[in-house]
């Protein structure tokens, strides 16, 4: 049967939109069918980024939403399992490090169905982060690890990984990137839309997102980190776009009203083209999303990251990322950094050209046909 194309939650789709495109160009050699898990739902979170990305809509969504990560964990293999026993696919194809992820590699695993991981190989080393989890274990079910940078391949190595497994080819995130970027929105525009003045941000603006349970979960480190952005916008207009988890954590701590802040502009979840506008154009990035990291790294922007390890380790070394922690006078230290002589400017690592899905298809469809799951 197809290969089994899985997303889940918004990070995984502008991973999954090159990759498609790559498949439908090669024809019945990759013939495929895009699944999606439910486990994000809302619209802001959904279809805007299909429409933005030109994902076709999924053959088949579980409808699985929220829960706890054993619940959500258990749903998506539950549901999973028996469209994957009725189509019989030559391969199930996972990206990212959602619990998604992980739940449809084992699925597969399970069932004798290749695994194939993209984005494989990143290692925070943090197990207390819930994608940790799912990058290791996703990395030790694949068949076939596709990376992003070099460095990955010496943390499969370390965990036994066999090195004819891992092949690099790249960074589908950027070629999702590279191909929607003369469609990105303006920010005046975008402002404009949702009834802002954008005025002030004429001399520059900073974009900032936040949704890591570590940041977002506990009051004593998120209202500390609020009371920064009060601070820095005060300096450079903020544009913050919040995570539905976030604004129901603040709404829970009673931190939502200190948002209400001069200088402050709070958006819902923002469409592809949105941040992609907002953050070209950005002075600087704020974020503790991992995607982020390496936009910011492409499109050559300060990015300070609000977490004390990243997975990404390239977009520190070679690109334009900061590790700033959690300690708002580190974060307000880096901002001022920046403001002061415009922070780091990097360059754009090896194979975040474009092309990385165009790589995984020539040779995705090699690999299967010489390990006879040719259809
Ligand atoms: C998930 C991923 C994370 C990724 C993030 C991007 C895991 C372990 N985490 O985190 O790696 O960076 O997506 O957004 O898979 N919610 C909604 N609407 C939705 C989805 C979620 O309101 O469409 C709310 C619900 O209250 C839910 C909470 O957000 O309980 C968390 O959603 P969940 O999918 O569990 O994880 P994320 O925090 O979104």
Not at 165 to 192: H, T, W
Not at 281 to 306: F, H, N
Request: aromatic share 4%.
């Amino acid at each position: 049967g197809p290969i089994l194309c899985v997303v889940g939650a918004r990070p995984n789709y502008m991973k999954m939109a090159p990759i498609v495109r790559a498949f439908a160009a090669a024809g019945p050699a990759l013939d495929h069918l895009l699944v999606h898990t439910g486990q994000h739902y809302d619209p802001a979170m959904n279809d805007r980024l299909f429409a933005d990305l030109g994902l076709p809509a999924p053959a088949v969504n579980l409808g699985v939403g929220s829960g706890s990560h054993a619940e959500q964990t258990a749903e998506v293999m539950k549901r999973f399992d028996p469209l994957v026993e009725r189509l019989n696919p030559r391969a199930v194809l996972v990206v990212g490090d959602v619990n998604s992820t992980l739940a449809c590699a084992l699925v597969a695993a399970k069932r004798g169905v290749p695994v194939v991981h993209v984005e494989a190989g990143l290692r925070s080393g943090d197990r207390t982060m819930p994608e940790e989890i799912n990058r290791v274990l996703t990395d030790q079910l694949a068949d076939l690890l596709y990376t992003t940078e070099r460095g990955a391949l010496d943390n499969l190595l370390r965990e036994g990984v066999a090195a004819g497994r891992v092949e690099f080819v790249g960074n589908v995130m950027i070629d999702s990137l590279l191909a929607s970027l003369p469609r990105a929105m303006p920010p005046e525009q975008l402002l404009r839309a949702a009834g802002l003045d954008p005025a002030p941000l004429a001399a520059g603006h900073a974009v900032v997102t936040l949704h890591r349970p570590s940041n977002v979960d506990h009051a004593e480190v998120l209202g500390p980190l609020i009371d920064a952005l009060r601070t820095l916008a005060r300096r450079l207009p903020l544009v913050f776009a919040l995570h539905p988890r976030t604004r129901a954590q603040l709404e829970r701590f009673g931190l939502l009203g200190r948002l209400d802040a001069p200088g402050i502009f709070l958006l819902p979840p923002q469409g592809y083209l949105e941040m992609l506008g907002l953050m070209s154009r950005a002075v600087m990035v704020l974020t503790d999303s991992g995607g982020m990291q390496e936009e910011t790294t492409a499109l050559g922007v300060p990015c300070l990251t609000i977490r004390h390890n990243t997975e990404r380790p390239i977009t520190v070394e070679q690109g334009t990322n900061t590790l700033v922690g959690t300690d708002p006078r580190a974060l307000l230290a880096g901002a001022e950094e920046v403001l002061a002589n415009g922070g780091k400017r990097g360059r754009v690592p090896e194979l975040w050209d474009g092309r990385a899905a165009e790589r995984i298809a020539a040779h995705l469809a090699g690999w299967l046909e010489r390990n006879g799951q040719a259809c």
